[in-house]
């Protein structure tokens, strides 16, 4: 169908996800601060992309991060490692 539109960027959920674990106060802990840091001031670092991956997967290993937000963060990290959604772009 040629009235298909595809959007462009990353899903909603994804910076919706993105932007409360840049918020906190999950994950904790100094590296986890740090890589808020990095991701806060220099969005479009080339550390951007390990410091969001560090952020998440804190966050993922946190036992009180939820059910629905770790399925919308599984795929996430998947497609970060495919580089399918880059960290700026939810930012």
């Known amino acids: 169908m040629a009235d298909d539109v595809i959007p462009e960027g ?11 674990v840049l918020s906190g106060p999950i994950p904790k802990g100094l590296e986890f601060d740090a890589a808020r840091a990095v ?15 560090i952020l998440l997967e804190g966050a993922l290993a946190e036992p009180t991060f939820s059910v629905k937000d770790t399925q919308t963060l599984v795929p996430l990290l998947k497609e970060l490692a495919r580089g399918t959604v880059e960290a700026r772009d939810l930012l």
């Open 10 to 20: 990353p899903p909603e959920d994804f910076v919706a996800l993105v932007q409360k």
């Open 39 to 53: 991701l806060i001031e220099q969005p479009g670092a080339p550390t951007s992309f390990r410091a969001l991956c």
